[in-house]
């Protein structure tokens, strides 16, 4: 056989062979200092139950501005790295410009930036949204966070920090075959149903959501519990009727027997709408009865009203201009802006939350593990109760130096073997559920029943994260979402909201000043060497070959 002949056969079998390997086998490698684009065991696992086809589309398409492009390529090369641990994973990219109404008839609200670009502002629109489509199921995936920061640089380093944990979180939803429930408890006087619609709506996307009331406590106490023990959280939002020992040990060992509790409470009688309607009220402390029971897992939440100087606005009357009342937003130091643990998943990236009429918690020791989630600034004033609360005292001069009680403990997360409050103790009645003590459970106390209310307008229930008077933004919604998902969280998801990554970004200030020289470095300079080498070289050629 002719040796070129069979040396083409050669380089042909080993270009198939190496075809072959190369289907066969297939790894990317993640060179990035800070693991970027390295999957989490979550992430992994969440994917290994895709077993059918998951189709993402991405509406960061089209024309906008330059440094969101970043985020675009961020999220495709993520998705990529989805799509290749798991071949079910279609993604899709679609400008979002001839769609603009159905977007925002399903709950994406485009975002309006202010872009920097060769020195000039601008303003720009954007839909920075995917969604989520698994069979019969589909979620919203939000790819800007809510947080206040300081620049778009911070606004765009949070957002890629956030993919993981914004896809994973969705792609686990849409897949979960049995959803978690959620009890929101009544009978004792809790927040109607329109003052939580802001926050409850968003819950009951991810979770079952139903009314449990502990009335029934008093006619058939065993089922009741029987019920509730089948539950996986209960939500007690600002209760204002005293709770009965039969209604404390229903749900003493629903949290013994591993259901989680987010309570929501007010110590203290102290009601806004009063105040505006009279100018003044006695807030006085209320008893709920909970105290021992709050007492056995290890905090006290006091009777003392907190006033802060980071706080937020309230609009008041401040005189008139012909027949129309002016009106001017002033602090109001009853109503904090309290910040959020920096190092805990739940916090993390949320913005201030605004609360009114706190108390302040007492931790307690214990074997229990208490971490601050909300916490008042430096700058506080504690008021005891009974006191009178007048409008008026918005008007009067501030004394920083009565301003020294620093950071205020409001919002706590509980986790460990919690005591039942009834251990030891004479039973309001007999269950074969008891239980003394529970195995890994966690809880969230607030000491404010109002963090999760909603304001009314027009009848309608108002979007808990705004001020429909001030239009200030807060964090409140964000935080009790998150609470949720913590506490639901078997899957060690809200952990990836920890993830931390450094973006390089540029000085647009600096690069807009000094464009001519880098354009001239990286366009111009390159030819000017390469016409310089050619003309160099060749005329050494001539001089060699005119020798010859």
């Given amino acids: 056989m002719n040796k070129n002949i069979k040396n083409s056969i050669l380089i042909i079998v080993g270009l198939i062979l190496l075809n072959v390997i190369n289907q066969s086998f297939y790894k990317r490698f993640d060179l990035t200092a800070d693991n970027r684009y390295t999957l989490s065991e979550t992430t992994k696992n969440i994917l290994s139950k895709v077993n059918n086809p998951l189709f993402v589309t991405v509406y960061l398409e089209g024309d906008f ?22 071949s079910n994973i279609r993604i899709n990219f679609e400008n979002p410009d001839n769609q603009r109404e159905e977007l925002i008839k399903r709950g994406m609200l485009p975002s309006q930036l202010t872009v920097e670009e060769d020195g000039k502002l601008s303003e720009a629109i954007i839909f920075p949204f995917a969604e989520v489509v698994y069979g019969k199921k589909s979620t919203v995936v939000s790819l800007l966070p809510n947080a206040i920061v300081a620049s778009q640089d911070e606004q765009l380093q ?22 978690k429930s959620v009890a929101v408890i009544t009978g004792n006087g809790e927040l109607q149903d329109i003052y939580q619609y802001s926050f409850l709506s968003e819950v009951a996307k991810k979770y079952k959501l139903a009314k449990f009331t502990l009335d029934s406590v008093e006619i058939n106490p065993q089922q009741t519990l029987k019920d509730l023990t089948s539950l996986n959280l209960a939500i007690i939002a600002k ?16 949290i013994t027997n591993g259901g989680k509790t987010l309570w929501m409470l007010d110590n203290v009688q102290a009601d806004q709408d009063s105040l505006f309607n009279s100018g003044k009220m006695l807030a006085y402390p209320r008893d709920l009865n909970l105290t021992d029971m709050l007492f056995s897992y290890g905090i006290r939440i006091n009777t003392s009203l907190i006033k802060d100087l980071f706080a937020a606005q309230i609009p008041l009357a401040t005189g008139k201009v012909g027949n129309q009342t002016q009106f001017k937003n002033l602090d109001w130091f009853f109503h904090p802006l309290v910040g959020g643990n920096p190092n805990h998943p739940i916090t993390k990236n949320v913005s201030p939350v605004r609360l009114q009429f706190v108390n ?66 004479v039973k309001p009645f007999e269950t074969n559920l008891f239980k003394e003590h529970s195995i890994n459970n966690k809880m969230v106390v607030i000491s404010d029943g109002d963090i999760g209310k909603n304001q009314i307008l027009k009848k309608q229930p108002f979007d808990l994260n705004r001020d429909k008077w001030t239009n200030q933004q807060f964090g409140n919604k964000d935080f009790l979402l ?67």
């Fill in 65 to 86: 501005p330059s440094e969101f492009k970043r985020l675009q390529a961020e999220t495709r090369q993520y998705l990529e790295e989805l799509a290749t641990t798991n």
């Fill in 158 to 179: 949070k957002a890629i920090e956030n993919l993981e944990y914004s896809f994973s979180n969705a792609i686990n939803s849409v897949t979960q075959k049995k959803q």
């Fill in 239 to 254: 209760p204002t009727e005293k709770f009965t020992e039969k209604e404390k040990l229903t749900l003493d060992q629903f």
């Fill in 360 to 425: 302040q918690i007492d931790t307690l020791k214990n074997n229990i593990k208490k971490t601050p989630l909300l916490l008042s600034s430096t700058l506080t004033k504690r008021i005891g109760t009974p006191s009178f609360i007048e409008l008026q005292s918005i008007a009067d001069e501030v004394i920083e130096d009565e301003y020294r009680g620093g950071n205020q403990l409001v919002a706590v997360l509980l986790e460990g073997n919690f005591k039942s409050a009834y251990k030891d103790r």
């Fill in 482 to 548: 998150n609470t949720v998902d913590y506490l639901l969280d078997d899957a060690g998801l809200i952990q990836l909201r920890n993830k931390t990554l450094q973006i390089r970004t540029l000085d647009k200030q600096k690069a807009f000043k000094e464009r001519t020289f880098w354009q001239f470095l990286n366009v111009v300079l390159p030819l000017i060497l390469l016409f310089t080498f050619g003309f160099v070289f060749n005329y050494l050629r001539k001089r060699k070959y005119s020798r010859l």
